[in-house]
Structure formats: structure tokens, C-alpha cells
């Protein structure tokens, strides 16, 4: 007697959030929606416009369906941090990516969720490749190179995936809050199957359609994203991990950074050393120089280099809570009547005080809570006021001389402006500077061990390098550098 196989239950409607990040897809973003929302299975839609300069949001919010979520990003941040963004507000049990074109067919959801809903799979992801359904003949190239960066991703996670770039990848809503996602870009792809594997979710595939197309209709993936992707593997994969601790020097962040007395110690000399880098600072002015106001609050004065060039024709309020500093300032200007010396923070400054720009220098990173921080700044803002950070960037050049001068993070480009919309601020800019110095400080202070502001490196760089790198970077702000300029404003009143 034959036993009939019982055939699976199909999933539920409405268990499925999608995520939709966004850029510049006025021409099809309305229609891939109507696409999504005729799904059944769809219960909420989050779609994450990543500061587009055409008409999409007036698209979006053309799209009349209660299940439509808009969210804004301040400014353009990359698919990446859309997607971070939308993954923070899901709430039904399944999760699934659709990108707001028309390559991936929504009609194929019950495809991805039919593994996860069966409990044999934590994360399906959707194959090109590994299907037998229509798909649209476009590029060579492109199709070699994913194949190429697909089997890279294979080889240090131990997987075999046919198709690791794909934008269909569904998972169970406990997965993405496991996953301490970081890249802003398309590099995002590769992060996700890195740090899955390396958690031992069960990962399925499924072949889906593909409706490619060309770069005239609005393809936006290049060459750089394909290096990122490369970056991607090797830094993330847990095979990469360790070969990367064999070869490098990462610092113990279990331990805490220095105590501030033992940091303020370290800190003195590298104030003393960057001294002897004018063109440095002056660069520093040039950026905030045209977000400042007449009353300039600044936090984190340290020696007064910069104080000094803040002071030109305005009045100034130059704080510090280090008392070595404090009196450093008092000496150089206890006679100027535009500089006002205060041992304090924003934190212990007269909440009466306003200002119109408050400037931060290599300050936030030293404190714990910098959300609390950055509100408490914001306070001493006058309405259109501005908010002027300048903070280390990237964790990946976090070296035990950072752990010694009292860092407690580097940033990402996202991260600050993250910061500021918790703290009620609208983002007026954020850019990486110093390219040269990002490779300078990964190779004396991450690999050599080196101390990286010595005086002697200092001079030189200040005089050889800084000038050119100036003019460069004023032309085409880089993609990412040894430091991170931010500036966010107060609303206007009412």
C-alpha cells in the first residue's frame, strides 16, 4: 500500500515584511510596489529612500496601501545602510529584500518563504543560475564576475551558493537581529553570507526569473562595487578572520579603552607633536569654516590650535576637561576679549548658554555615550544652529594606540549621521578626509605598531603631503579616509 506524502502547508498571509531600498527610481519604483502588494503573503512593506534627487518619494507616496512604510535616510548612504535602516523596523516573522526595479519578480515569495515557513531553512536566498525560468540575456561580464566573487565567497565560508549577489534573500526576522551588519554599499551582499555562515544558520537555495537590465534603464552596480565586494569576503568570512590574525595585529576590544587620567597623559603629547602640523589644522578650518557662526562654543579645545583660527573675527567659548589643557588655553588667551576659557563640557556648560555653532575636534569618540553627548550639544544650539564633528573613521583602523589616547570607537559614514537624527538634527554634511592617512595610520599603527603622530612624521606629512591632498580632496570627496567631517543643524523654530 502506497502512503501518501502529506504536502506542506503553505504560508500564512500577511507573514512576510519586505525591505525596499531606494535611489533615483522614479520610472519604476510605483510599479514594482504594485508588484509586491499583490503578493498575499506581503504584510508590510518598508521602503527606504536613500535621499534620492528625483521625483521617487512623490512615487512612493503616490502608492496608497496601509502596508507602505516610507523611511528617509538624510542623505545618500548606499543599499547597505537602507537596508540596516529598513531591517531595524520589520516586524513580521519573515524577511525578504526587493530592490525597487522590475529584474525580480514578486510572484516568486512563496518560493523563498516555503523553506523558511517549513522550519528547514533560516535564510533562502534566490539563484539566477540555478533555474530552469526566464531570464533576460544581458552582460557577459557581469555574469562572469558574479560567478567569480560567488565562488570567492564559497571558498572562505564553505558554502556552496551559485549565487551569492543576489538581491532575493529571505530570512526568519531572528536572524537579521542576530547579524552586526556595517557596510553602507553594495558590499552588504557579501557581509550578510559571511557573517550567516559564520552563525550556522541553514541556508537554502531556490531558482528564481530575472529580468536584468541595462545601464541606460538605470543599472547603477560598477568595477568599484566589485572590488568592495572583494574587500567584503576577505575582511568578513570567518576563514578570512583568522587568516587576517595571523597576519595582523588586531587590537583586544574586550579590553576598555585608558581611563581618562592615563589617556589625557597619552593625549598631551600627541596635541604637543600636532602642533607642528599648520596645514593640518588650517585644512580643518577651511571645512568648518563656512558652518560657522559669530558665537562659536568649542568642545575639546585641547592646546588652541584651532581656537586660534575659530577666534578670527568671532567670539568663541573654548572648553576642556582636562586641567592641563584648561590652563594651556588660559595662558595662550587669558588676554584675548573673543576667547572665553571654560573647564567644562556640554554636559556641565550653563544650559542658558546658546551658540551659534558648536565645533567638535577628536572629541566624540572618546565618550561613552555619544548620543547623549551630541543631544546635549545640540541643546546649546540656537535655532539653525549648526553641529560641526570631526571624529576618526573606520573600525577597521581601530589600532592599541587608539585603545591608549581613550577611543572608544572609529566611525562609518552612517553611523554619524545616525547620531545626529537620533539627537533631532538635520544632516547638512558628511564626508570621509585624508585618504593618505587612512593607509598611514593601518600601516604604522595597525600593522607596525608604530606611534603615528610622532614629530618627526608629523612635519613631514604636513609639509609634503597635506597641500596636495588638500586641493584633491576639495575637488571629489574620497570613499572613505583616516578621519570623518559631519555637520547637522538645528531646526528652525516652528
Same mark, same amino acid.
Given at each position: 500500500?502506497?502512503v501518501?506524502?502529506?504536502?506542506?502547508a503553505a504560508a500564512p498571509p500577511?507573514?512576510?515584511?519586505?525591505?525596499?531600498?531606494?535611489?533615483?527610481?522614479?520610472?519604476?519604483? #510605483?510599479?514594482?510596489l504594485?508588484?509586491?502588494?499583490?503578493?498575499?503573503?506581503?504584510?508590510?512593506?518598508?521602503?527606504?529612500?536613500?535621499a534620492s534627487?528625483d521625483?521617487?518619494?512623490?512615487?512612493?507616496?503616490?502608492?496608497?496601501?496601509?502596508?507602505v512604510?516610507?523611511v528617509?535616510q538624510?542623505?545618500?548612504?548606499?543599499?547597505g #545602510?537602507?537596508?540596516r535602516r529598513? @531591517?531595524?523596523?520589520?516586524?513580521?516573522?519573515?524577511?525578504?529584500?526587493?530592490d525597487a526595479?522590475?529584474? $525580480?519578480?514578486?510572484?516568486e515569495?512563496?518560493?523563498?518563504?516555503?523553506?523558511?515557513?517549513d522550519?528547514?531553512?533560516?535564510?533562502? $536566498?534566490?539563484?539566477?543560475f540555478?533555474?530552469g525560468?526566464?531570464h533576460?540575456?544581458?552582460y557577459f561580464?557581469?555574469?562572469?564576475?558574479?560567478r567569480v566573487l560567488?565562488?570567492?565567497?564559497n571558498?572562505?565560508?564553505n558554502?556552496?551558493?551559485?549565487?551569492?549577489?543576489?538581491? $532575493?534573500?529571505?530570512?526568519?526576522?531572528?536572524?537579521?537581529?542576530?547579524?552586526h551588519?556595517?557596510?553602507?554599499?553594495f558590499?552588504i551582499e557579501?557581509?550578510?553570507?559571511?557573517?550567516?555562515?559564520?552563525?550556522g544558520?541553514r541556508v537554502w537555495?531556490?531558482?528564481?526569473?530575472y529580468?536584468?537590465?541595462?545601464y541606460?534603464?538605470?543599472?547603477?552596480i560598477?568595477w568599484?562595487?566589485?572590488?568592495?565586494?572583494?574587500?567584503?569576503i576577505?575582511?568578513?568570512?570567518?576563514?578570512?578572520?583568522?587568516?587576517r590574525? =595571523?597576519?595582523?595585529?588586531?587590537?583586544?576590544?574586550?579590553?576598555?579603552?585608558a581611563?581618562?587620567?592615563?589617556?589625557?597623559?597619552?593625549?598631551?603629547a600627541?596635541?604637543a607633536?600636532?602642533?607642528?602640523?599648520?596645514?593640518y589644522t588650517?585644512?580643518?578650518?577651511?571645512l568648518?569654516?563656512?558652518?560657522l557662526?559669530g558665537d562659536?562654543?568649542?568642545i575639546?579645545?585641547?592646546?588652541?590650535?584651532?581656537t586660534?583660527?575659530?577666534? =578670527?573675527? =568671532?567670539?568663541?567659548?573654548?572648553?576642556d576637561?582636562s586641567k592641563?589643557?584648561v590652563?594651556?588655553?588660559?595662558?595662550?588667551?587669558g588676554?584675548?576679549?573673543?576667547?572665553?576659557?571654560?573647564?567644562?563640557d556640554?554636559?556641565s556648560? #550653563?544650559?542658558?548658554?546658546?551658540?551659534?555653532?558648536v565645533?567638535?575636534? !577628536?572629541?566624540l569618540?572618546?565618550?561613552?555615550?555619544?548620543?547623549?553627548?551630541?543631544?546635549?550639544?545640540?541643546g546649546?544650539?540656537?535655532p539653525?544652529?549648526?553641529?560641526?564633528?570631526?571624529?576618526?573613521a573606520f573600525?577597521?583602523? $581601530?589600532?592599541?594606540?587608539?585603545?591608549?589616547?581613550?577611543?572608544r570607537?572609529?566611525y562609518?559614514r552612517?553611523?554619524?549621521?545616525?547620531?545626529?537624527?537620533?539627537?533631532?538634527?538635520e544632516v547638512?554634511?558628511a =564626508?570621509?578626509? !585624508?585618504?593618505?592617512g587612512?593607509?598611514?595610520?593601518w600601516l604604522?599603527?595597525?600593522?607596525?605598531?608604530?606611534?603615528?603622530?610622532?614629530?618627526?612624521?608629523?612635519?613631514a606629512?604636513?609639509r609634503?603631503?597635506?597641500?596636495v591632498l588638500?586641493?584633491?580632496?576639495?575637488?571629489?570627496?574620497?570613499? @572613505?579616509?583616516?578621519?570623518?567631517?559631519?555637520?547637522?543643524?538645528?531646526?528652525?523654530?516652528?
Amino acid at each position: 500500500m502506497t502512503v501518501a506524502t502529506p504536502t506542506p502547508a503553505a504560508a500564512p498571509p500577511g507573514c512576510l515584511s519586505v525591505v525596499v531600498p531606494c535611489f533615483n527610481e522614479e520610472a519604476t519604483v #510605483a510599479a514594482a510596489l504594485q508588484r509586491v502588494l499583490a503578493s498575499p503573503l506581503v504584510g508590510e512593506v518598508i521602503v527606504v529612500d536613500d535621499a534620492s534627487t528625483d521625483a521617487t518619494v512623490e512615487r512612493i507616496r503616490s502608492v496608497s496601501d496601509p502596508r507602505v512604510r516610507l523611511v528617509c535616510q538624510p542623505v545618500n548612504l548606499g543599499k547597505g #545602510a537602507a537596508l540596516r535602516r529598513g @531591517f531595524r523596523e520589520v516586524t513580521r516573522p519573515f524577511v525578504v529584500i526587493q530592490d525597487a526595479d522590475l529584474e $525580480y519578480d514578486p510572484a516568486e515569495y512563496p518560493l523563498l518563504v516555503q523553506p523558511l515557513h517549513d522550519g528547514v531553512a533560516d535564510v533562502v $536566498y534566490g539563484s539566477r543560475f540555478l533555474t530552469g525560468r526566464p531570464h533576460r540575456v544581458l552582460y557577459f561580464w557581469h555574469a562572469l564576475g558574479n560567478r567569480v566573487l560567488t565562488t570567492a565567497s564559497n571558498a572562505f565560508t564553505n558554502l556552496n551558493l551559485t549565487d551569492m549577489e543576489t538581491c $532575493y534573500k529571505a530570512f526568519r526576522r531572528e536572524v537579521l537581529s542576530s547579524l552586526h551588519l556595517q557596510e553602507d554599499r553594495f558590499g552588504i551582499e557579501p557581509e550578510i553570507t559571511a557573517k550567516v555562515a559564520a552563525a550556522g544558520w541553514r541556508v537554502w537555495e531556490v531558482g528564481i526569473s530575472y529580468a536584468g537590465r541595462t545601464y541606460a534603464e538605470g543599472k547603477k552596480i560598477g568595477w568599484r562595487d566589485g572590488l568592495r565586494a572583494v574587500f567584503s569576503i576577505v575582511r568578513y568570512s570567518p576563514a578570512a578572520a583568522r587568516l587576517r590574525a =595571523r597576519i595582523d595585529r588586531v587590537p583586544d576590544r574586550s579590553v576598555p579603552p585608558a581611563p581618562f587620567d592615563d589617556a589625557d597623559a597619552e593625549l598631551e603629547a600627541v596635541l604637543a607633536n600636532l602642533e607642528h602640523a599648520p596645514r593640518y589644522t588650517d585644512w580643518i578650518a577651511s571645512l568648518l569654516e563656512p558652518h560657522l557662526g559669530g558665537d562659536v562654543l568649542e568642545i575639546g579645545a585641547g592646546h588652541g590650535e584651532l581656537t586660534a583660527r575659530l577666534a =578670527r573675527g =568671532r567670539r568663541v567659548v573654548a572648553t576642556d576637561l582636562s586641567k592641563r589643557c584648561v590652563e594651556a588655553l588660559e595662558e595662550r588667551f587669558g588676554s584675548s576679549p573673543d576667547v572665553e576659557v571654560v573647564h567644562a563640557d556640554a554636559a556641565s556648560l #550653563a544650559s542658558s548658554r546658546s551658540f551659534d555653532t558648536v565645533v567638535v575636534v !577628536n572629541v566624540l569618540e572618546h565618550i561613552e555615550d555619544h548620543n547623549r553627548a551630541v543631544a546635549e550639544m545640540a541643546g546649546h544650539l540656537r535655532p539653525g544652529g549648526r553641529l560641526c564633528v570631526f571624529v576618526p573613521a573606520f573600525d577597521g583602523l $581601530y589600532s592599541e594606540f587608539d585603545r591608549r589616547i581613550g577611543h572608544r570607537r572609529r566611525y562609518q559614514r552612517s553611523e554619524l549621521v545616525q547620531v545626529f537624527a537620533d539627537a533631532g538634527l538635520e544632516v547638512v554634511e558628511a =564626508r570621509y578626509v !585624508n585618504v593618505a592617512g587612512a593607509f598611514a595610520w593601518w600601516l604604522l599603527a595597525r600593522r607596525l605598531r608604530r606611534i603615528p603622530t610622532g614629530a618627526t612624521l608629523v612635519r613631514a606629512y604636513d609639509r609634503l603631503v597635506v597641500p596636495v591632498l588638500r586641493r584633491l580632496e576639495a575637488r571629489r570627496s574620497p570613499w @572613505f579616509g583616516q578621519s570623518l567631517f559631519g555637520v547637522a543643524r538645528r531646526p528652525p523654530a516652528g
